[in-house]
């Protein structure tokens, strides 16, 4: 069963405007959420976490939602750049293991 | 230390042969995870070390898969007896359990089964 979700296969959005990239899951036993960037051919490359007890947590252009009562996380990526254009995996933690989504493919057009 | 390594980047096979990869993790990390990931997938849990000892395996793990970590350091994963349905993106992850959580991939391992 899929615990993770990510509905939006894909995603564009103009040079310079905010990227939203949404998750919903399941499980309530998650205590962990990431998010990850896939170039292809590439493996995934870690941007940002935030503990279940938070509900905000930036870095930089990239900051994360969370929001428990609704099972539902998102991306917010604010300029995006074209660099960012890449597959966005988001994945939660509980006991040993990490869940992924399916992805939600993001181009920025310049 | 620059991060996940593994090796090969690359393997064609043909179907039968036997194939092993190799990983090695961040040298502070103490946990180890495979994953095997295909198109328009997200990664999919295979095992899990935490130092040398596997302590869980995926029920999608078949008996011709098998991986070990001796030493807790570099890992090995094993396919015997491939199938066109083993070609796939195998990918390494290490992760240290200290303050906060984070998961680090390597490159993958992209296998093909002719």
């Known amino acids: 069963d899929q615990q993770v979700k990510q509905n939006s296969p894909s995603l564009s959005v103009q040079e310079g405007r905010i990227s939203i990239l949404n998750c919903d899951y399941t499980?309530?036993?998650?205590?962990?959420f990431l998010w990850y960037k896939k170039y292809p051919a590439e493996g995934p490359t870690f941007l940002i976490s935030?503990?279940?007890?938070?509900d905000k947590n930036e870095d930089g252009r990239f900051t994360v939602f969370l929001n428990k009562s609704a099972k539902h996380l998102s991306l917010h990526i604010v300029p995006s750049q074209p660099g960012d254009s890449a597959v966005y995996f988001c994945?939660?933690?509980?006991?040993?293991?990490?869940?992924f989504g399916t992805g939600t493919s993001l181009t920025v057009i310049p | 230390d620059t991060g996940v390594s593994q090796d090969p980047r690359h393997k064609i096979t043909k179907r039968g042969q036997n194939v092993t990869f190799r990983c090695d993790p961040i040298?502070?990390?103490?946990?180890l995870y495979w994953y095997r990931q295909t198109l328009g997938q997200g990664p999919e849990f295979l095992t899990y070390?935490?130092?040398?000892?596997?302590?869980?395996k995926s029920r999608l793990l078949s008996d011709r898969f098998s991986a070990e970590r001796p030493k807790g350091s570099f890992s090995t994963l094993e396919i015997q007896r491939t199938e066109q349905g083993d070609s796939a993106m195998y990918l390494c992850?290490?992760?240290?359990?200290?303050?906060?959580?984070?998961?680090?991939f390597g490159p993958g391992t992209r296998l093909t089964v002719t």
């Open positions: 992850a290490s992760s240290f359990t200290g303050t906060g959580l984070s998961l680090y």
């Open positions: 499980n309530s036993m998650f205590d962990y």
């Open positions: 935030i503990s279940s007890i938070k």
């Open positions: 994945a939660a933690f509980t006991g040993n293991q990490f869940y």
């Open positions: 040298s502070e990390h103490n946990r």
């Open positions: 070390f935490q130092n040398e000892a596997q302590l869980e």
